[in-house]
């Protein structure tokens, strides 16, 4: 079965504070792709990041960064000093096929207060 | 840049009415994809094309089709439209590396 579980619903945190999204997922691929998308208020979805199963290295973007770790199977998103424009609904989504079907967390709804 | 264009934005429909939702994309991508998201579940594929005149079911089809005549459009029909069909819909295409959503259509059946 290939399943994503994000298991926190809500988080809410005041402005500067570190935040950390928790993903978990499940294939028996061995090729595989892991994504983040973000979801503002105004309802588009924006992709983050792509990441395949053969790279392990963590990645870093300005106040983003992500924990890829095959040993747990997680991909987790911190937001480095969170800000107002960060509150939103972020997805966590697997591919196995390499076109683009994604298979998608339940969502983790981000509240940021200033 | 338009990328992936949804028609409509919005929309109320009464139980048993029929409607359709265009996709349509402008960057030649095969693969193609409708979405439905409900509060607390993600987001659900319905459909998707991997090519101009193919299709093939999702994890949620039923209620729905859809046809993808030409490769830059893919349109999504429901025939009888039930109240546990209002929910948001998102379209997306790729051509492998990653999807491209586009804004969404609010569905509404009252």
């Known amino acids: 079965a290939q399943k994503v579980t994000q298991a926190q619903t809500e988080i809410s945190v005041v402005e500067k504070e570190d935040v950390t999204l928790d993903c978990v997922y499940e294939?028996?691929?061995?090729?595989?792709?892991l994504f983040w998308y973000k979801q503002p208020p105004s309802g588009e979805l924006v992709f983050l990041i792509r990441?395949?199963?053969?790279?392990?290295q963590n990645e870093i973007s300005g106040r983003y960064s992500w924990n890829f770790q095959k040993s747990t199977s997680s991909f987790n998103f911190t937001i480095t000093a969170s800000q107002v424009v960060d509150s939103a609904v972020y997805f966590c989504?697997?591919?196995?096929?390499?076109?683009?079907?994604?298979?998608f967390g339940q969502g983790t709804t981000l509240q940021v207060k200033p | 840049n338009a990328g992936v264009t949804q028609t409509p934005k919005f929309r109320v429909l009464k139980t048993g009415q029929s409607m359709t939702l265009l996709c349509a994309q402008d960057?030649?991508?095969?693969?193609m994809y409708w979405y439905r998201q409900d509060p607390g579940m993600g987001l659900r594929l319905i459909h998707y094309?991997?090519?101009?005149?193919?299709?093939a079911k999702g994890e949620v089809p039923d209620g729905y089709n859809v046809s993808r005549l030409k490769k830059q459009n893919f349109l999504l029909g429901l025939e009888s439209a039930a109240p546990s069909q209002t929910s948001v819909y998102f379209c997306?295409?790729?051509?492998?590396?990653?999807?491209?959503f586009g804004q969404g259509t609010r569905l509404t059946v009252v």
């Open positions: 997306a295409s790729s051509s492998g590396m990653r999807a491209f």
């Open positions: 294939t028996r691929d061995t090729t595989y792709y």
């Open positions: 990441r395949n199963s053969f790279d392990e």
């Open positions: 989504a697997l591919d196995t096929s390499n076109t683009g079907k994604l298979i």
């Open positions: 960057m030649n991508h095969e693969y």
């Open positions: 094309s991997v090519g101009e005149g193919t299709t």
